[in-house]
């Protein structure tokens, strides 16, 4: 059972769930929580985890070996990301725009390209009593989160549950940190602003043909427009949690909601189990 915790939008509470949800179940099932956020991570500042395994996540990029090379200029037509530029007696290669797609090297006419592996990220893994954890760290100044989150998601361990903290947004790494999810929780706040992103990720899992639910951060602060929306697109709001400035302290020290607040233990665990019936139901009608 893979469980993704999305938002179309930064800030809603996304890791706030994510922890408390693998806090609750942690007694129940085998859990284990992938931080796929490899931009921002910050599971571990709640989780305390001890790390055990570090490994480098490194993309194959082209050198050129000019000895070779003719300049003709075809490693730099066929670049889709503009990483290579050719002139009469030069080639330059811009690595932090390569996508280490290797298109370059296989069309060159004369093998003059080799590639090297250039690190652009860390993934950690250890343990958080009995939660397993997983997290990537995008290094500083790089620009392409996905490979680690690729990386990252070859440690999903499919004997238990796996719960996957997705960065906010919509674009590629939240793509390929939720797909192959048996669910995606989307948490939102009830603002415009939370409404218009929910819309962008409703979309999105759509897409995916991954079912969904969604989590209600901060009520009371907005309106009601994402619970209108939600009932006109029959997507069930499974979880709200208030605006309550209890909850922000506790937050604010690096402390979970169901360990600063234990009563939510139970909220977290119906959660669960709504999210088991909705996926089973889901995979029961697409085997008909
Ligand atoms: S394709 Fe090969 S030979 Fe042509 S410019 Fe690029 S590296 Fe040089
Ligand atoms: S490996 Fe792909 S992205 Fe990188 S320079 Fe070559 S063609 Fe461009």
Redesign the pocket.
Known sequence: MIVSVASGKGGTGKTLVATSLALSLKDRERVQLLDCDVEEPDVHIFLRPVITRSEAVCI???EVDEKKCTYCGK?AE????H??AVSPQHVL?FPQ?????????YLCPEEA?Y?EGRQIGTVESGYSDSIAFVHGKLTVGEAMPTPVVRKVKEQVNHDGVVIIDVSPGTSCPVVESIKGSDFCLLVTEPTPFGLNDLILAVELVKELKIPCGVVINRAGVGDRKVEEYCLKESIPVLLTIPLDIGIARIYSRGITLVEGMTQWKESFLELFDRIQEIAHERSRSLKR
């Open positions: 194959q990029v082209p490693c066929v670049c889709a990301y990483a290579i290669v725009l390569c996508h280490g797609c290797g298109a370059c090297s390209i590639e």
